[in-house]
């Protein structure tokens, strides 16, 4: 089974995770491709999608949205699942997707059938200008990176194993 984990980044938090994805689904036996979002032109070929973006403001990265309207009559053939990454600073118990994500795209996935949609802590950028330099005075260093690595590995895990057990194929009779 060919899986594709395409991701849009800004400044690499989410590039890494979508890598942690991927390499997860390659050590569970699958065959796993990791790209950036805008330079997928095609998902022929692939038995499942991952597709992931980083938040800013409540908002997606505009070439993870283009991939949902590019690619969107595939997409609701095929299993796939989101994530998200964006929350930084000190934790305040369980992610509100209404107040993280941006409320169309949360909708769009859901009409696309999307198995899962999940929010994963970001990084403040080390190097960052402008807001995000601003944003990294204002947290905590120990609050600045929020990716927890054992539980985007655990999820992508879990995207392996239920991939496994059903032995998912892509269905064209759904759209």
Known sequence: MRVLVAFASKHGSTAEIAEAIAGTLRSSGLEADCAEAGGVKS????????????????????????????HGDRLAQLPFWVFSSGPVGEPKGEVDLA??????????????????????????????????????KGIPAEHQDRRDWEEIRAWAAGIAAELEASGDRPNPSRA
Request: net charge positive.
């Open 43 to 70: 998902l022929e070929g692939y038995d499942a999608v991952v597709l992931g973006s980083a938040v800013y403001i409540k908002r997606w990265r505009s070439r993870a949205k283009r991939f949902l309207r590019r």
């Open 99 to 136: 107040w993280v994500e941006p409320r169309r795209v949360v909708e769009r996935v859901e009409r696309l059938g999307a198995r899962q949609h999940v929010v994963f802590g970001g990084r403040v950028p080390p190097d960052g200008r402008g807001p995000s330099r601003a944003m990294a």
